[in-house]
């Protein structure tokens, strides 16, 4: 088939990908519990949250889970620049199957519990009151409660667990080299924190998948979210150490893993995962992005881990591009979704407007849920020191000089470049002080046009930026198209911009007849049938369906005589009634 | 007595067989290794490895000294001394690291409280008739080992041959030392058992890992709302 387009033999895909915005989450973790009351209250997965809600700084759950040099998650380059799993190749996993080296233990995550409540009503009459004890669901013994899946709360324990967080380590080792005075500091008064919800990344190129040695897990190529096949994993948990983002759980009671998964049941009828539905902050953003396939393991590659950011930029396609819209539609995309790709908000926030970035992208996986990063920190620090906090000259020197918040969200969400979060930061900050002016009636000053240029944005932009943040509708914040309407187009073939739509693979060409006669071949299309009839139709005089090669249906049909099959016969009409009931 | 010799295999390969097929196709949820490692892992890391590099070792050993005829390693100059040495040493190291693995395994097992208390009465009957099989395989190589020890490929391994040709030749298996009967007799229990204890994940050794792409791209199943078929029993009216 000659197509003449920009990258030819693209292979397009739809990805659902979600936004969070940081500066929005206040940390009350709701889409914990309901995504845990939805999918993982049962026995086995007591301690597993499909989506959990981090303090940074802090350690994570599971404790310390950015640690590969200890639970070698992701993709790491060999000696030759070639991508391979950090926990070892194909070999080094058969042949360590029997006992996984590096799998978290229930202790890293946490030892789930229940209470002895039977003893409240049971204890017998004494003096003192009775308690319910701690009892372990894993051991059913009684316990001491010493860790949870959110223990560091807050900064909670900071000063004792704050230097173990993997990013506070990593920075301070940089600080050691470089003999800076300045520390992540975890007193009171000095510290920074915001909360860091985490669900599977659905990534591009998921390591949990490339690490099942049965084949369980997969992509689903038509909205690449990443599923574990429950009737093939065989329990060898491969994919627990494989993700470095410990989203495979292990269910210790069927001896499978599960995980995240995009609440795929919601989303294929177009509604919001329950953890964003469920969001107080209306945080979350879900929406269609679309990429090229056949870049995925090239941006994977990227020599330099402060390049990743870029390379998975360029991965994801602009669906205003028609040529881009045309692949997609060659590549068997339906049309609502291309629609919903270019409506998509996700796709306004990470390409579009560049304030999303995302988690930890040196681990090579290409992670599809982004974080827009949180500006309050600085804000927080500036009104501390009694300065406007919605002023953007502040806040762009604020962003510079409070070299902390920055360093460490860049350490999240860059590989350590300060370059992409500052950006975003600026963006935000521009967005704040030029819409407190609009809200306070003020005169346009030339500081906020200098803002507004400063981040490369016109005001309209802003503006649009703006409501996408702050105001934006349910609508607009899930632009989620269904399973069923893909599906519905794809029976039903639509015309391809820019292309014939009779150019369908095997299809009729122009003759409409297979090799075999009329009833050979594959099915024509009935946009094919229909184009053939009605020229057909044009160039003869005689009734439809007596010359032409073609079936005669009610759309092609121009009234004109009785095409053969087209209505039942006339005299036998009760027994073909009667047929027809069957 | 004879009949043990006749009955019993095939009873067995009929278990195995038939229970292996029941079970991919009404149970393919509960076909996994049941891992522990989640619980405990330092001993298991230790005694799992250990265990099954020993036993799948055991098993070759098995499988070339009762399906490779004599006459065809003294057709390729291996005498019967050679052979008896390599089978001594080892088949006795591999015994040896097997015995070593579940021992460590089963401490493991009866000591730790979260694997007990995960372990079923199914893994109990397992366990007692895998290790009664090895055991008592080891037991009846070194109560044997003198001079060229027993040789079995004179008459278990045929007798074993002739059991595929459907003309059990008993009468071989008569002068069988009682120890090597007993061996024979619940190894052939513990096959017939592999397809309903977790020994299933025997079957499902995931060579192909070696030649799949790693990423697995799957459509979702069009008309099917599920992720699997449906139950027996729980099918959708059309
Ligand atoms: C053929 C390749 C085999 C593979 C890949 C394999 C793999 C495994 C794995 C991953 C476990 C789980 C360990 C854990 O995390 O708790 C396991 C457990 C076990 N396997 Fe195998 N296995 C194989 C063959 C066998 C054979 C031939 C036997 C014995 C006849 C066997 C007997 C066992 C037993 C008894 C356990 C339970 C260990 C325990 O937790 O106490 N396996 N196997
Ligand atoms: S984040 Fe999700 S898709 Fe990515 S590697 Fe982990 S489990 Fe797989
Ligand atoms: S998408 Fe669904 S399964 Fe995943 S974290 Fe959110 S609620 Fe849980």
């Not at chain 1, 069927?254 to 107080?280: D, F, N, Q, W």
């Not at chain 1, 009729?508 to 184009?531: K, L």
């Not at chain 1, 053939?532 to 369906?545: S, V």
């Amino acid at each position: 088939m000659a197509r003449n387009s920009a990258a030819p033999g693209r292979r397009v895909k739809a990805q659902i990908a979600m936004v969070m915005n940081l500066d929005k989450c206040i940390g009350c973790h709701t889409c914990s519990v309901t995504c845990k009351q939805t999918w993982t209250n049962r026995a086995g997965v007591e301690y597993v949250w499909f989506n959990n809600v981090e303090t940074r700084p802090g350690q994570g759950y599971p404790r310390r889970w950015e640690d590969q040099r200890k639970l070698r998650g992701g993709w790491e380059l060999n000696k030759r620049g070639r991508l391979k799993l950090t926990s070892g190749g194909r070999f080094k996993k058969l042949a360590t199957i029997f006992a996984n080296p590096v799998m978290p233990g229930i202790k890293d995550y946490y030892e789930p519990w229940t209470y002895d409540y039977r003893n409240l009503t049971n204890a017998p009459l004494g003096d003192d009151t009775p308690v319910a004890r701690p009892r372990s669901l894993i051991s059913g013994k009684p316990m001491k409660i010493e860790w949870s899946a959110n223990w560091d709360d807050d900064l909670g324990g900071a000063p004792q667990y704050g230097e173990c967080d993997p990013v506070v380590e990593k920075l301070h080792a940089q600080e050691a080299r470089a003999s800076v005075e300045e520390k992540i500091r975890f007193s009171f008064e000095q510290s920074f924190m915001f909360y860091l919800p985490r669900i599977c990344e659905h990534c591009l190129n998921p390591s949990c998948v490339a690490s099942c040695p049965s084949g369980a897990m997969y992509k689903r190529s038509e909205d690449g979210i990443v599923l574990v096949d429950q009737d093939r994993c065989r329990g060898w948990r491969m994919c627990v150490t494989g993700c470095p983002y410990k989203k495979v759980y292990f269910n210790h009671t069927t001896g499978k893993a599960e995980k995240c998964t995009m609440c795929y049941p919601r989303i294929e009828v177009g509604l919001p995962t329950v953890c964003s539905e469920t969001c107080v902050g209306r945080l979350r953003y879900l929406g269609v992005v679309l990429y090229d396939q056949d870049r995925v393991l090239e941006a994977a590659t990227t020599p330099d881990e402060q390049d990743l950011y870029e390379a998975q930029l360029g991965v994801l396609l602009d669906p205003e591009d028609p040529e881009v819209r045309r692949d997609a539609e060659l590549a068997g995309i339906p049309y609502d979704w291309i629609e919903a790709a270019r409506n998509s908000p996700v796709h306004a926030l990470i390409s579009r407007y560049r304030v999303a970035l995302p988690l930890h992208p040196e681990y090579r996986t290409l992670p599809m849920v982004w974080y827009v990063p949180p500006l309050s920190p600085v804000v927080e620090a500036l009104s501390e020191t009694g300065h406007d906090g919605e002023d953007a000259g502040n806040l762009f020197g604020a962003i510079d000089s409070l070299r902390i918040p920055l360093d460490y969200l860049a350490e999240l969400f860059t590989a350590g470049d300060t370059g992409p979060v500052r950006t975003a930061l600026e963006r935000l900050a521009a967005m704040r002080s030029h819409m407190r002016r609009i809200n306070l009636g003020e005169e346009s000053g030339a500081e906020d046009e200098d803002a507004a240029r400063r981040v490369g944005m016109r005001p309209q932009e802003i503006e649009a930026l703006y409501r996408l943040l702050a105001i934006a509708k349910y609508e607009e914040r899930y632009v989620i198209p269904t399973a069923a309407l893909g599906d519905a187009d794809r029976l039903e073939e639509s015309a391809l911009p820019g292309g014939c739509s009779l150019d369908v693979e095997g299809g009729p060409g122009m003759g409409g007849s297979g090799p075999f006669g009329e009833e050979s071949g594959p099915v024509a299309p009935a946009s094919v049938e229909n184009f053939h009839a009605l020229r057909d139709r044009q160039t003869t005089d005689a009734p439809a369906g007596r010359h032409t090669a073609h079936r005669v249906n009610l759309l092609n049909w121009d009234g004109n005589g009785r095409p053969e099959g087209l209505f039942p016969k006339r005299k036998r009409a009760s027994r073909d009634s009667e047929g027809e009931r069957r | 007595m004879s009949t043990v010799w006749t009955v019993l295999p095939y009873l067995a390969a009929l278990a195995l067989v038939g229970g292996t097929v029941w079970r991919w196709r009404y149970d393919k949820f509960g076909w996994t290794t049941r891992s522990s490692e989640l619980y405990e892992s330092r001993l298991l890391r230790l005694a799992s490895p250990v265990f099954h590099y020993g036993i799948l070792f055991v098993f070759v050993g098995h499988i070339v000294g009762l399906f490779v005829p004599d006459s065809w390693t003294s057709a390729l100059g291996i005498g019967e001394h050679p052979y008896h040495l390599l089978s001594l040493y080892g088949g006795t190291a591999a015994g040896a690291l097997t015995v070593l693995g579940i021992a460590v395994l089963l401490y493991r097992r009866r000591t730790n409280g979260p694997v007990f208390r995960a372990t079923t009465a199914n893994d109990k009957v397992m366990y007692l008739v895998l290790t009664a099989a090895i055991v008592l395989g080891m037991w009846a190589k070194l109560a044997h080992s003198s001079g060229n020890g027993y040789n079995y490929r004179l008459t278990i391994a045929p007798w074993l041959r002739s059991l595929f040709t459907f003309q059990p030749d008993t009468a071989l298996m008569a002068g069988v030392p009682v120890l090597y009967q007993v061996h024979v007799v619940v190894g052939l229990v513990l096959l017939a058992l592999v397809p309903y204890t977790r020994l299933i994940h025997i079957f499902s050794a995931p060579i192909h890992y070696l030649f799949r792409p790693y990423i697995v791209y799957r459509s979702r199943d069009v008309g099917r709302p599920g992720t699997r078929d449906d139950r027996r029993g729980w099918e959708r009216v059309p």
